[in-house]
């Protein structure tokens, strides 16, 4: 059924304009109509009361992790990780070993069912699961679609558990992008050998396709590459074709050198930054000068509250990084462009928000930005319109049962900690 948001304040997302409107979103039609009063008594149409509401383009995540959404409250592992290898290897290559279809599907809904709660209508994620690797896409693309999340998934392909499962990921993602649009995963250059990497550029390069990985996201990256390959990671990656393709995503790029930001800015390709995420491994600081326009943000599995990170990638980057109220808004909103851009469906301006925001301040298309920065949160996100469809009313997801998938979800992270608890390295 459409869905007529009456008497809005619209933003236009772009411009930041304010307008008062009657603004229709339909499915399959992925730009809105503004209609009139009189439309507004048309039968067969959902109607929204948006009196002294706020509206808006929804939001959408750069760089997430399904595969985490269970680890919320779980207990320490046995060894306190000292630098980021340990906390990889004691921490998430311990938790992702040990998923299986249940807890995936879990994860997934969990995780959609946030994302559309602080607003978000558009995921892409990065998933691990070595020991359940086949259909794995599959599973979080129903997932997501069950709650009405739009996405572009991809599998992380790594040699880290050996070369079958490597293998397993390659076919994992060609099966997934015969019929889906996704991306080809990495895990990162430290854990990607060559024959790998040319595999899965192979399979980019087939599929009409980008690469999605994680890029310097702590110096070890670096230190590995130069030893082991002799040149830098950026270096590696783009003499191995991975930067080809303007669909591809670099996550994180903390440590880099002058030719390699040169690299990416003239390259096309998109840097996302997960500074909260980088703020809890204690990896360091993101710093966007001299990368160019294309940053977007993501939360790196820490959360799905995107307007939670862009503020803290504006105060983290107020010692650390040339950010502003602008470039902060410009890096949480270049997703967009990143999808229309490729052409990815999902993203359409029959996405929509409606924040229930009574400001003690006059809001207007001046000052707008302070109140992204400084007043506006997900707590505000009241209802959320995902291609045209009412997936979220009064802060209540309609398209699925909330409780009865955190139940499933608590019962199924206990299982994970136990099994977890079994595993060598963890409690
Ligand atoms: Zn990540």
């Not at 998933?127 to 690797?133: G, R, T």
């Not at 069950?146 to 499962?165: A, N």
Request: aromatic fraction near 8%; hydrophobic fraction near 35%; charged fraction near 25%.
């Amino acid at each position: 059924m459409p869905v007529l948001l009456k008497n809005a304040t619209f933003i236009d997302w772009q411009t930041l304009d304010f307008s008062n409107r009657n603004i229709l979103a339909e499915k399959n039609k992925s730009e809105i109509r503004f209609v009139d009063d009189e439309f507004c008594e048309t039968a067969g149409i959902q109607v929204l009361d948006c009196t002294g509401k706020l509206v808006t383009k929804s939001f959408g995540i750069g760089h997430h992790h399904v595969y985490s959404a269970l680890s919320r409250g779980m207990g320490a592992p046995k060894k306190n990780p000292s630098g980021f290898l340990e906390i990889l290897k004691y921490i998430w290559w311990t938790l992702d070993k040990c998923l299986n279809e249940k807890m995936i599907e879990s994860s997934a809904l969990v995780t959609a069912m946030e994302c559309a709660r602080a607003g978000s209508t558009f995921v892409i994620d990065h998933h691990a699961s070595p020991f359940a690797v086949k259909g794995s896409l599959n599973i979080i693309a129903g997932a997501f679609e069950k709650v009405g999340v739009s996405h572009l998934l991809c599998y992380e392909i790594s040699d880290r558990d050996k070369m079958q499962i490597a293998r397993e990921g390659l076919e994992e993602t060609e099966e997934y992008l015969k019929n889906h649009q996704g991306l080809v995963g990495l895990h990162a250059s430290f854990t990607v050998g060559d024959s790998t990497l040319k595999a899965a550029v192979d399979l980019m390069k087939r599929y009409n396709s980008g690469i999605h990985i994680h890029v310097a996201e702590d110096i070890y990256d670096q230190e590995m590459c130069i030893r082991k390959y002799g040149k830098r990671v950026v270096k590696r990656l783009s003499q191995a074709g991975v930067l080809d393709s303007k669909k591809t995503i670099l996550a994180h790029c903390l440590h880099l050198d002058d030719d390699e930001k040169e690299i990416i800015r003239t390259s096309g390709c998109r840097v996302v930054e997960n500074c909260e995420s980088n703020l809890n491994n204690n990896v360091g600081y993101f710093n966007g000068k001299n990368l160019g326009e294309n940053i977007m943000l993501g939360t790196d599995g820490m959360h799905s509250d995107m307007l939670q990170s862009a503020k803290a990638a504006f105060f983290v980057g107020q010692r650390n990084d040339n950010i502003n109220y602008k470039s902060s808004y410009q890096r949480f909103r270049n997703i967009h462009h990143y999808i229309n851009e490729n052409e990815f469906t999902g993203d359409g301006e029959n996405n929509l928000v409606v924040l229930d925001y009574n400001p003690p301040t006059p809001v207007n298309k001046d000052n707008f930005l302070g109140h992204f920065l400084f007043g506006i949160t997900s707590n505000h996100v009241n209802d959320v319109i995902s291609n045209g469809k009412l997936i979220v009313r009064d802060r209540k997801i309609l398209t699925v049962d909330e409780d009865e998938i955190l139940n499933t979800s608590r019962e199924q992270a206990i299982l994970l900690w136990e099994k977890m608890a079994k595993a060598k390295v963890y409690k």
